[in-house]
């Protein structure tokens, strides 16, 4: 089953993971161990509750060195699993499936780990209306990797670069001189999406006013986040973001925010504990 995702090399990526694990010597503990003969019946397992993310990236890494390799996928991108749920049945050449194991795992479990936070942190906002945004807080060369497993926890991507939005911060609006002016720069340069971090409430109508289409409200505790959304009064979305935790999303999700920004979902997810394991049958 192929799988794809738009703007990203997937075959390149297969290609320059296993030649950065494989070096110019390639695998030689399995060339020494094991015959080339010798098949390989494993199971794919989730050792922790996760949700899983990554799964057919995983074939991938096992159908670049064995195309003849039987899969048997059992869960989804996207499912949520207990602790000792099979995900994956793997049969073939020994060798190619050994060599191809961490790999695989590595990318899986990272992008599984990074779905699990974000379906905590989406779970801990639901029912308030708020929208859990991801950020460019991602891997290097990985971003579009790191989006995709925000998606199968249950966020929305913001931003996937610096080119699809304005974002105009703290330091742009020093160099500019003052908000007005650096929404004005970006407005006459006929950019449709300007996105203005605010930090305090007096920055919210000169911001709208100059032609901000959102408001980020950058580390603004609930109380303040109340009333900056009252003064916004729907006239932009609004978004908090800044020292967003488990323990405080939940209040500041219930202020009337449009968006919360997590960037901990892509920068500090624990990877998943997912093992593959050989059966004999």
């Given at each position: ?14 290609r ?17 161990v094991i ?5 390989f ?9 996760i949700?899983?993310?990554?799964l057919?990236?995983a ?14 996928r ?6 949520y699993?207990p ?18 194991e ?19 942190y989406?779970?801990?906002?639901a029912?308030t ?10 891997i290097?060369?990985l ?21 699809d ?9 020093a ?7 650096a ?5 006459t ?10 930090d ?14 959102h ?7 609930p ?8 003064l ?5 979305p ?5 020292g ?16 919360i920004?997590?960037g901990?979902?892509?920068q ?7 093992g593959?394991d050989?059966?004999?049958?």
């Open positions: 089953m192929s799988f794809s995702l738009p703007g990203f090399d997937l075959d390149a990526f297969i320059a993971t296993l030649a950065e694990d494989l070096g110019e010597a390639g695998d030689i503990t399995s060339a020494a015959p080339p003969q010798v098949l019946r494993g199971v794919m397992a989730s050792r922790d509750s949700v899983v993310a990554g057919p990236i074939e991938c890494f096992f159908r670049a060195l064995d195309p003849g390799v039987i899969l048997d059992i869960v989804e991108d996207g499912a699993v602790a000792g749920t099979d995900l994956l049945r793997i049969e073939g050449r020994a060798r190619a499936l050994l060599t191809a961490r790999s695989a795992l590595n990318t899986l479990q990272h992008l599984s780990g990074v779905a699990t936070l974000t379906r905590a989406a779970d801990a906002i029912g209306g708020a929208i859990l945004l991801d950020t460019r807080k991602t290097p060369g971003r579009i990797l790191d989006k995709y497993a925000t998606r199968m926890g249950g966020a929305s991507n913001h931003r996937m670069g610096l080119w939005a304005a974002m105009i911060k703290d330091n742009h609006v160099v500019a001189g003052s908000v007005e002016e929404v004005r720069r970006a407005v340069v006929g950019i449709d999406r300007i996105i203005v971090e605010v305090r409430i007096e920055q919210i109508e000169p911001a709208i006013s100059a032609g901000a289409t408001l980020l409200l950058d580390n603004m505790n109380e303040t986040l109340r009333v900056a959304v009252r916004v009064g729907g006239r932009v609004t978004e908090a973001s800044g967003v935790t488990l323990e405080t999303i939940r209040a500041k999700a219930e202020t009337g925010v449009t968006y920004s997590v901990r979902l892509t500090s997810a624990p990877a998943a504990d997912i593959l050989f059966v004999t049958r």
